[in-house]
Structures are given as structure tokens and as C-alpha cells.
């Protein structure tokens, strides 16, 4: 019932996806920081990430549910928001290369 409702009402355009694409691995970060540092700031964690030097592997690490949710989309037959999500994980690889190669 959900699925159709989903397939019915879900726009299929690819900026849907592209910004599904962007926000998704903040929403991932959000949940690492709450669930691995649970005492300390938002502004705090951000530091200490930074100097432990780990914010590429970390970055790659909330890509990943967006790739998830690439196959939910594709499963639903919404090709174009398939291909915005894809586009925002393709940005985050060049962010990500980009950022190690500095």
C-alpha cells in the first residue's frame, strides 16, 4: 500500500533526486554523531574529525545510504530521481577526491 502510494505521488524529476542525493548523507552524519559521540557538540565533533584527519573516510561512509536508496527508487520505476541521486553521489566522489588530493 505504501509502495503504491509512493509510485503514485513521487514526483519523478531529477533535481527530487539530486537533493535527496545531497541531503541524505547529512541526515547519515547527523545519525553517527548522535550515536558516536552523544556527549559532545555538533562544533566539537566537526574538530575532532578534523583532526583525527578521518572526514574522507567518514564522508564515503554517509554516501552509502544514498546508494540504498538508489535501489528503493529504481524499485519503484522513478528512473529520473534515480539519476539526480546517482549525479549527488558522483558530486560527493569528486568532493571526496578532491579533498584527499590536498
Known amino acids: 500500500m505504501i509502495l503504491n502510494w509512493l ?11 539530486f537533493t535527496l ?3 541524505t ?3 547519515a552524519f547527523i545519525f553517527y554523531w548522535l550515536i558516536s ?4 557538540s555538533f562544533a566539537k565533533c566537526l574538530k575532532l574529525i578534523y583532526i583525527g ?3 574522507t573516510q567518514l564522508m ?10 538508489f ?12 539519476y539526480g541521486l546517482i549525479g549527488a553521489v ?7 577526491f578532491a579533498l584527499k588530493m590536498i
Open 7 to 17: 509510485k503514485k505521488n513521487l514526483p519523478d524529476k531529477f533535481w527530487f533526486g
Open 21 to 23: 542525493g545531497i541531503i
Open 25 to 27: 548523507p547529512f541526515i
Open 37 to 40: 559521540y552523544p556527549g559532545l
Open 53 to 55: 584527519a578521518y572526514y
Open 60 to 69: 564515503s561512509l554517509c554516501v552509502i545510504p544514498s546508494v540504498g536508496l
Open 71 to 82: 535501489f528503493g527508487i529504481m524499485h519503484l520505476d522513478k528512473y529520473r530521481i534515480g
Open 90 to 96: 558522483l558530486l560527493y566522489t569528486i568532493v571526496n
